[in-house]
Nanobody, 126 residues
Framework: QVQLVESGGGSVQAGGSRRLSCTIS????????MGWFRKAPGKEREGVAA?????????YADAVKGRFTISQEHAAQSTVYLQMNSLKPEDTAMYYC??????????????????WGQGTQVTVSS
C-alpha cells in the first residue's frame, strides 16, 4: 500500500523560505506523477507543482513560478521536495503531497491523483 508522509510545514515571515518533504513508500515512481497541492481557507484545492518520476519534466502553477521548485530524490523510497522561496501571505495554506499510480498524465490535474498525504500547514505572516 502506497503511503505518503509530509514534513516541513510551519510559520515563516513574508519573503522567507521553507522546504517541504514528502516520503513515498511502497511506490515505484518511474513515469508517474507526483505533486504538491494546497488548500487555503475558503478556496478550492489547487495544484502547485508536479514532477514526472524519472523524467526531466516539472510543471508549476503560474502563482508560484520562479519562486517554488519541485525536485525528486531516488533512494530506497521516493522523496519529493518543494522548495518555497520568496513566500507571500497568499501562500498560506495546507499543503498536500500526492502520487499517482497511473503512468504519465497531466501532472497538475488533481483528478489524476489517487494517493494523498495528510497535509502540512504553511503559514506566511506579513
Amino acid at each position: 500500500q502506497v503511503q505518503l508522509v509530509e514534513s516541513g510545514g510551519g510559520s515563516v515571515q513574508a519573503g522567507g523560505s521553507r522546504r517541504l518533504s514528502c516520503t513515498i513508500s511502497t511506490y515505484s515512481s518511474g513515469n508517474r506523477c507526483m505533486g504538491w497541492f494546497r488548500k487555503a481557507p475558503g478556496k478550492e484545492r489547487e495544484g502547485v507543482a508536479a514532477v514526472l518520476g524519472g523524467r526531466a519534466f516539472t510543471d508549476y502553477a503560474d502563482a508560484v513560478k520562479g519562486r517554488f521548485t519541485i525536485s525528486q530524490e531516488h533512494a530506497a523510497q521516493s522523496t519529493v521536495y518543494l522548495q518555497m522561496n520568496s513566500l507571500k501571505p497568499e501562500d498560506t495554506a495546507m499543503y498536500y503531497c500526492a502520487a499517482s499510480t497511473r503512468y504519465g498524465g497531466e501532472c497538475l490535474r488533481i483528478a489524476y491523483y489517487n494517493v494523498w498525504g495528510q497535509g502540512t500547514q504553511v503559514t506566511v505572516s506579513s
